[in-house]
């Protein structure tokens, strides 16, 4: 009878308290290229108003119904201008 090993990858996870991120924390990482996001945004709300989750302040987003898609980071606004 063989013995069987199995190995485990052991993580480090790092805990930063909010509002102390350091430089670079907040990367932005674009997986979708806009051309995709816009025909989904196409699809679903007749236009092409969104933006990438980074790239938007909380103020932008009082201004204007959105929908957001965490997996992607993406925020798809309801309207086709900001009001």
Same mark, same amino acid.
């Given at each position: 009878?063989?013995?069987?090993? &199995?190995?485990?990858?052991? %993580?480090?996870? =790092?805990?930063?308290?909010?509002? =102390?991120?350091?430089?670079? @924390?907040? =990367?932005?990482?674009? @997986?979708?290229?806009? $051309?995709?996001?816009?025909?989904?945004?196409? $699809?679903?709300?007749?236009?092409?108003?969104?933006?990438?989750?980074?790239?938007?302040?909380?103020? =932008? %987003? &009082?201004?204007?119904?959105?929908?957001? @898609?965490?997996?992607?980071?993406?925020?798809?606004?309801?309207?086709?201008?900001?009001?």
């Amino acid at each position: 009878m063989d013995k069987q090993t &199995t190995e485990f990858e052991e %993580l480090e996870i =790092e805990w930063i308290p909010e509002g =102390e991120e350091q430089p670079g @924390d907040k =990367e932005i990482m674009v @997986d979708l290229p806009a $051309s995709k996001v816009d025909k989904i945004c196409k $699809s679903k709300f007749g236009h092409t108003n969104w933006a990438r989750m980074g790239a938007i302040t909380p103020d =932008e %987003l &009082t201004r204007n119904p959105f929908e957001i @898609d965490y997996d992607e980071g993406i925020i798809y606004f309801k309207n086709s201008t900001t009001v």
